[in-house]
């Protein structure tokens, strides 16, 4: 197997490592209650989903 015989600079490695970021999350407004939720799934803070209720909502108490 073959070895590297050369040190890559820092350049290379900082080249090679620029996509290394992190991507924020796609959030859309939920049309029943307008809380920020994950785009394609059940708001978890009304529990609705394309217009229909899908999800039982339960409080925690205290």
């Known amino acids: ?4 015989t050369h ?3 820092r350049t ?3 080249k090679r ?3 290394w970021k992190g991507q ?3 959030l859309s ?3 029943e209650c ?11 803070s009304c529990g609705s989903y394309n217009g229909n209720k899908v999800l039982e909502i339960v409080e ?3």
Do not use: F, G, I
């Not at 809380?35 to 708001?43: F, P, Q, V």
């Open 24 to 26: 924020t999350p796609n």
């Open 29 to 31: 407004s939920c049309p």
């Open 1 to 4: 197997m073959a070895n590297p």
């Open 60 to 62: 925690k108490e205290a």
């Open 34 to 44: 307008k809380e920020l939720k994950l785009s394609h799934r059940a708001c978890p």
């Open 17 to 19: 490592r620029a996509n």
């Open 7 to 9: 040190r890559h600079t």
């Open 12 to 14: 290379r490695r900082d």
